[in-house]
């Protein structure tokens, strides 16, 4: 199963754009970008770019549809990548990121357990949008 289509071309371009979205599109868009930004270079990837702004929404997201073993991945990435833990500005997110150098081994056992897909996220998002109708 996939996202729905208007997921696909779904930008958003800052934090007052996103805060005014449905609380049940938040969610789809959190756990689109989430996959979306790991698969294509994992978890440095997603913090990297404007998708790590959203990691404390993405938590959020991840429990609202029941992907806990998901949101666990995502809370140890956080601590690999940033040991003084996520700044209280998320704007501040690229800033306060660990050296990648510093940090590429330890991504990679959280990468890869991300691409084993332990939860079928696209699933849980469309039974939770379904839901939420």
Do not use: K
Not at 16 to 38: D, K, M, N, S
Not at 77 to 96: C, K, L, M, N, T
């Amino acid at each position: 199963m996939r996202y729905p289509d208007d997921f696909d071309e779904l930008m958003v371009a800052s934090a007052a754009e996103f805060r005014r979205l449905p609380a049940r599109v938040q969610i789809g868009y959190c756990i689109h970008q989430l996959e979306t930004q790991v698969n294509s270079g994992g978890f440095h990837q997603f913090f990297t770019n404007s998708s790590g702004a959203y990691a404390r929404e993405t938590l959020q997201a991840l429990s609202a549809i029941g992907a806990t073993r998901t949101r666990d991945l995502l809370e140890r990435a956080i601590v690999i990548a940033y040991p003084e833990g996520y700044p209280s500005d998320a704007a501040e997110h690229q800033d306060a990121l660990t050296n990648y150098a510093d940090v590429s081994a330890a991504f990679e056992g959280v990468d890869s357990a991300f691409w084993r897909y332990d939860e079928p996220l696209a699933d849980l998002v469309n039974q939770y949008l379904a839901r939420s109708r």
